[in-house]
């Protein structure tokens, strides 16, 4: 009898394996989402504008990151100066060191520096500067231009170019000449227009025979309006003490050598009273653009995808409500909660993962369209456009969870009777 009971025993419904797997619940999702086609690239559009926000706004900043560096490697990365240290007694700022005579010799023999040379603001006192050697006491009072002492490498130093005639050389700073080249504001305020007449110009009472005229400078604009004379001049006429300054004409990439060794190659015994200024690294240069630019549209790139996941969530929610009756005939026909569940989730992640993709390649084909027609080498990180696309699934996913749970919750006889 226990046997024949044990015979006629019902089959455990727990053990029964399941007749809905994930394959078929890939099959299902796939299928509601290519049944509405119109709805589906609605739905996808806001993803799409999402992710292509994203990826535009990280491939254009480090591209147009990557042109500004160019330039900056063209004009300030190459240029360097030093100057002496100051410290400030009682509100006044005071040198605590002083530059060598030789300070352009001493800087190049540093790797890197390619020019060097001193440029120094002369103490002319109360004497005048004019074209003419007679003094017209009917003229109106002018402000003199400046004058400077530079040595003679100053044009490649500071990235100087003549319109005429020729800079001195380290002869006439050796020998103390009285020649002078003209900025060409100076030039112009003075009169001068041509080197080949050898026209002079006048300080106080000491002629000075022009031989140049400076055009244009990448460096120290100060230059086109000052009457420009040899420091060994200076020093003879005007009794100049020392350097002022020191401009440096250098290699990309050499400027942290060059911060290391110039105050100890100027000054040995007191390094610390020279103030080199050496270009920021190219790194951070590049950082601090690319976090200038990304912040903003990144801000706006995050509400497209948060608009495009809360339009997958609502037409998930509505698909949910439409397809009620279908709902209800596969709960009565033995699904589980977890399946219909399973089901809706996929969908949105189906939905996610095409916005994410199209999105991805949209972006990229919007940074190489913007970078070809600016000349420009389009700068886009692989793993990011990758991460793009991710995010897409990712939104879908999340925006899926609601709806999936409210189909998961639909009773059988509820869902056939709203479908009916």
């Keep these: 009898m226990t046997a024949g009971r044990s015979h006629n025993r019902e089959p455990d419904q727990s053990r029964r ?6 394959r078929d619940a890939f099959a299902e999702a ?3 989402v290519g049944a509405r086609t119109g709805r589906l690239l609605l739905t996808v559009l806001g993803t799409v504008l999402g992710i292509a926000a994203v990826v535009v706004t990280v491939g254009l900043a480090q591209t147009g990151a990557n042109q500004i560096n160019k330039q900056f490697d063209a004009v300030a990365a190459r240029h360097a100066s030093a100057e002496p240290a100051t410290h400030d007694v009682q509100g006044q700022s005071r040198a605590t060191g002083t530059l060598p005579w030789d300070a352009p010799e001493r800087a190049r023999r540093i790797a890197g520096v390619r020019a060097a040379a001193t440029i120094s603001k002369v103490d002319i006192g109360e004497a005048t500067i004019t074209a003419v050697s007679v003094h017209d006491p009917s003229a109106p009072a002018r402000t003199p231009p400046t004058v400077l002492a530079t040595s003679a490498d100053l ?8 319109a005429q005639g020729r800079y001195f050389d380290y002869g006439h700073d050796e020998h103390a000449d009285r020649v002078a080249v003209l900025g060409a504001q100076a030039a112009e305020r003075l009169g001068v227009t041509e080197v080949a007449t050898l026209p002079s110009v006048f300080i106080g009472d000491d002629a000075y025979q022009v031989i140049g005229i400076l055009d244009t400078t990448e460096r120290s604009t100060n230059l086109l309006s000052s009457v420009i004379i040899p420091v060994g001049a200076a020093r003879a006429d005007f009794g100049l003490a020392a350097p ?13 050598v060059l911060a290391a060794q110039l105050p100890t190659s100027l000054s040995p015994t007191s390094p610390q009273g020279i103030k080199p200024n050496i270009p920021p690294k190219h790194s951070d240069v590049q950082e601090a653009i690319q976090s200038e630019l990304v912040m903003v549209f ?14 997958i969530a609502n037409v998930t929610l509505l ?18 909660r977890r399946d219909v569940a399973v ?17 991805a390649a949209l972006g990229v084909a919007v940074v190489a369209t913007v970078s070809a027609v600016r000349s420009w080498t389009p700068i886009l990180d692989l793993r990011m456009v990758v991460a793009a696309a991710t995010a897409g699934a990712v939104v879908g996913l999340l925006a899926g969870l609601y ?3 409210r189909a998961a919750r639909l009773e059988p006889v509820a869902a056939l009777r709203s479908g009916l």
């Design 30 to 32: 796939t299928a509601g």
């Design 298 to 311: 990144l801000a706006l790139g995050g509400v497209a995808l948060l608009i495009g996941g809360v339009g």
């Design 319 to 336: 698909s949910v409500m439409e397809r009620a009756g279908e709902i209800g005939l596969r709960r009565a026909l033995g699904a589980r």
């Design 244 to 256: 002022q300054k020191l401009e440096m004409l250098i290699d990309v990439g050499s400027g942290p």
């Design 17 to 22: 394996p399941d007749r809905f797997g994930l």
């Design 155 to 162: 044009l490649d130093a500071v990235g100087a170019h003549l």
């Design 343 to 359: 089901q809706f989730v996929i969908e949105s992640v189906i939905v996610g993962t095409l916005g994410g993709l199209i999105g």
């Design 403 to 405: 709806p999936a749970t």
